[in-house]
């Protein structure tokens, strides 16, 4: 993705925005607007984001730090 799962790790803990560029690559990897990231409503979802998708974003936001690494480490496996 572009992003370090440290850094995504540090920005949930600490309830931090990510910056422009970080927010930009995250969105274009969970094809989402950057506006979704900031505001989590759906009304900003672009419209070809499927609703599972919209569901595992939400579940996402739940998951530990250990349990995002696993998660990460699935979908770079499926992606290969």
């Avoid at 970080?22 to 900031?38: G, M, R």
């Amino acid at each position: 993705m572009g992003i370090s799962e440290t850094t995504v790790s540090s920005m949930r803990k600490a309830g931090t925005v990510p910056r422009a560029t970080e927010a930009v690559k995250l969105a274009n990897a969970l094809n989402v607007s950057v506006e979704y990231l900031v505001s989590n409503s759906e009304s900003s979802v672009p419209r070809e984001t499927k609703k599972p998708v919209l569901r595992l974003i939400k579940d996402l936001n739940s998951l530990s730090d250990d349990d995002i690494k696993a998660v990460s480490a699935v979908i770079a496996r499926l992606k290969s």
